[in-house]
């Protein structure tokens, strides 16, 4: 799993992790760098203690010596005062003139090793160049815990009158037991705190996200068409309550827009409807006003045809009636309004410009031949395909990408029109009522797409039924005759 598909919890955990085990390593480098910086700093301050103590000793024996103070004689000031120092002091050192030749020795600080008896020109050069006139040699052949110090002598008078060397060994083995032992208690410190740190990870990790898991679950179950519940937590963080307030501020504003809006529609498409039927209205009142207002102009009581002028008057009254009757019923029944207009089509070219108003990318249209006529409606047609592809489209999650089949075909003397989505399916539960008027589960539209074109099918004789399954589509199929 790669990084960017971690989780938010997975990588909280980790991150936690890593800063444990990099602040484990750290401490032990800066622990490891500490103990070797004190054996330094302490080998060095040692070994300076004693070149100072053995500088006193010497200048003590040159005060109290009869012989004359110099290079020359220093030989025999120091044939057994050298050894006497070195015992006293606890170190052993040697005496080199100022040419580098060996003038007395106390004993070799190795047994194995003799002492050089002339000192090495690189030595001398750096003495002579340095104004502290000390210099400290590390010995690279014993791993570096072997140094060695040379500085310069001087007599009563400041002159240089001698080299000194004071061989030194680095004796770090119970500095280095103390590190490893620590090192040791350290590692098992570092266990422990780490198996507590992934428990502590873990948890924290879990209670950081659970917020955030809840929020995002009803954020994913948010839908403009259904009422959505607000989130209510207990103890959250100050970011977290921020964002639980801003998710229900904007519920709180998603069903005040949605009520609107499927308030303003259904307000415009019954006023549109009620405009329909006002004018299909007017269209037989017309004649009955024309036909009452010249009967009152012709009435004559003593007209010997009168009985038969009523009876005219009266069929005329009330075929306009039954024309407002049947208006009322297509009005009901969403059949007739407004009227057919039939013609023969070829209906693979009216269901191609159907499908126009909606993206390509959404839309796999075929059809069973290049042709294929049939009297319909054109509008009503229309009407149909838009409607079951308008629906198909809807049904689908938002989170998923519409993928629409719409499929035309004819078989002996039917026409068959089926429209497939990759929806979220039609429950059970309401099953029987889509095709009630005024039924919806969406927050827009009358409830009357679905009856609407029930209704234009059955007038051509035709039927409409669907298949279904939660959670992969539905498809519906419409058939009706070519003539």
């Known amino acids: 799993m790669t990084k960017r598909n971690l989780s938010l919890s997975s990588r909280i955990f980790f991150y936690m992790i890593l800063l444990v085990v990099l602040a484990s390593i750290l401490i032990a480098a800066v622990t490891v760098y500490q103990y070797n910086e004190q054996s330094q700093d302490y080998h060095r301050m040692r070994l300076e203690r004693k070149e100072a103590q053995l500088v006193s000793s010497i200048n003590y024996v040159l005060k109290e010596s009869s012989w004359e103070i110099k290079t020359e004689t220093l030989a025999l000031i120091f044939k057994d005062k050298i050894y006497e120092i070195a015992n006293i002091q606890n170190v052993a050192f040697n005496l080199y003139d100022l040419k580098g030749d060996l003038i007395k020795s106390s004993k070799p600080w190795l047994k194995n090793d003799s002492v050089p008896e002339q000192l090495p020109n690189y030595i001398l050069d750096t003495l002579g160049r340095i104004t502290s006139k000390r210099f400290v040699e590390k010995n690279k052949l014993l791993d570096g815990n072997y140094r060695s110090s040379y500085s310069i002598l001087n007599d009563q008078y400041s002159k240089p009158l001698a080299i000194l060397n004071v061989p030194y060994f680095d004796d770090d083995s119970l ?94 498409a019954w006023r549109e409807m009620a405009k329909q039927v006002a004018h299909e209205v007017k269209n037989p009142l017309t004649p009955m006003r024309l036909s009452v207002q010249s009967f009152q102009r012709m009435f004559d009581p003593k007209d010997p045809n009168i009985h038969k002028k009523v009876e005219e008057y009266s069929k005329t009254l009330i075929q306009q009636i039954d024309t407002m009757s049947k208006i009322a019923e297509a009005f009901s029944s969403f059949a007739k309004m407004p009227a057919q207009k039939l013609e023969q089509l070829d209906i693979v070219q009216v269901v191609e410009r159907a499908l126009e108003i909606f993206p390509a990318d959404m839309i796999k249209f075929n059809a069973s031949s290049r042709q294929i006529n049939a ?5 009503q047609l229309n009407r149909i395909v838009t409607n079951l592809v308008k629906n198909a489209i809807q049904s689908v999650p938002e989170q998923t990408t519409p993928n629409i089949e719409v499929k035309l075909s004819e078989k002996v003397s039917k026409i068959y029109i089926q429209v ?51 959670g992969q589509g539905t498809e519906f199929t419409v058939s009706f005759p070519k003539k």
């Open 420 to 470: 497939k989505d990759n929806g979220s399916g039609i429950d059970d539960t309401i099953g029987e009522k889509i095709f009630e008027p005024k039924f919806t589960t969406k927050t827009s539209g009358m409830g009357l797409g679905l009856p609407m074109i029930k209704n234009i099918i059955e007038t051509y004789n035709g039927e409409i039924s669907y298949k279904t399954t939660l």
């Open 175 to 268: 500095n280095s037991g103390e590190l490893k032992e620590f090192l040791g208690r350290l590692g098992y410190a570092y266990i422990i705190m780490m198996l507590v740190a992934i428990a502590f990870a873990y948890f924290m990790s879990k209670l950081i996200t659970k917020s955030i898991k809840t929020i995002s679950d009803k954020m994913y179950e948010t839908r403009f068409e259904k009422r959505n519940k607000k989130i209510a937590l207990e103890g959250e963080t100050t970011e977290i309550k921020l964002l639980v307030e801003s998710y229900n501020n904007m519920i709180d504003a998603l069903e005040e827009s949605a009520q609107k809006l499927a308030s303003s529609e259904r307000e415009q």
């Open 375 to 379: 009297t319909v409606d054109r509008d």
